[in-house]
């Protein structure tokens, strides 16, 4: 039996892939990133700052985290909360002892709830990434434009009015975008996104758009609550990682390790020393750099 020629014929097949939204690239034919100073590996710290309504909208899907059980699920809305609360001062103590910065992908409820906690991330020379309005404001392609477009301007204007200055990072929930999402964000003034995952180093849309990888495999969210490891083990794979990527760096020139942190769970008493440990430990050597998202991209822009 013959195939039908039809079956072969696909208008988008090309070298790369089957979208126009940035082109094919691969690790060993670019040219070499120089962090400068020395550096091999920029660390980026990214802190999920997240509001959860104690009532999941579930549209278009229920956000990774959310409440479980019959509502008000106040078993895990408490345990969400006490990121906010407790665990997310833990991480900003961690840090100032590391003496290094981080990115807080935000909700914008949170500035309009919290400010003082806000503010007190400002006052610690960190960096406010949007990261939707809360934990209901999923991005999917069922979801009108306009409805997307009205939710990314809410949330940059509200983490604008609470900081003083508008969000030049974006992170979807669950890093799910639409096929809008691209241009609404550049249309909105967003600089950079954290939502795709196929890289470890910054790489640019077609639209201008650059997408900074936010890796979900060494986050503590997969490694401590997915995959049951302890908190040591969290420490011991991105140690692990780190080593790795320096070694590529003589290779392939400057890498990147993003390091995705969520304050309910990383910040618990019993997690939270292995933590600043593992900051130290990265801290002390000679070839880290620990950056912020926004500092990371504009390095990357700035290179030959």
């Known amino acids: 039996m013959t195939l039908d020629a039809s079956y072969t014929e696909y208008p988008k097949r ?36 997240e509001w959860f309504p104690i009532t999941p909208s579930d549209t278009p899907f229920r956000a990774p985290g ?48 919290y400010p003082e906690l806000v503010a007190d991330i400002i006052a610690g020379g960190h960096e406010i990434i949007a990261h939707s309005t809360d934990m209901n404001g999923t991005i999917a392609s069922g979801m009108a434009e306009g409805a997307e477009a009205a939710l990314i301007s809410t949330s940059l204007d509200a983490l604008e009015k609470a900081t003083g200055a508008r969000p030049q990072g974006w992170a979807s929930i669950a890093r799910s975008q639409s096929w809008h999402t691209p241009d609404l964000l550049v249309e909105a003034g967003v600089k950079y996104c954290c939502d795709w995952v196929n890289d470890e180093l910054p790489y640019r849309f077609n639209n201008g758009l650059i997408n900074l990888p936010l890796n979900h495999e060494l986050s503590d969210r997969q490694i401590i609550t997915v995959q049951q490891k302890s908190a040591d083990s969290y420490a011991e794979s991105t140690r692990d990682a780190y080593d790795w990527l320096a070694k590529e760096a003589a290779q392939f020139g400057g890498r990147m390790l993003p390091m995705h942190i969520t304050p309910y769970i990383i910040g618990l008493p019993y997690r939270i020393d292995a ?24 390095a990357w822009e700035k290179q030959p």
């Open 14 to 49: 090309r070298h790369g892939y089957d979208h126009e939204l940035y082109t094919w690239s691969a690790m060993h034919e670019r040219k070499p990133v120089d962090w400068g100073a020395g550096r091999k590996v920029a660390i980026w710290l990214c802190v999920s700052l």
């Open 275 to 298: 933590f600043e440990k593992l900051l130290g430990d990265l801290r002390a050597r000679d070839d880290a750099w620990f950056a912020t998202g926004g500092e990371i991209v504009d």
């Open 66 to 113: 959310h409440m479980q059980t019959a509502y008000p699920d106040y078993r895990h809305y408490t345990a969400r909360e006490y990121g906010t609360r407790i665990g997310v001062y833990r991480l900003l103590d961690a840090f100032t002892k590391a003496g290094v910065t981080a990115s807080f992908a935000t909700n914008s409820a949170n500035a309009e709830r």
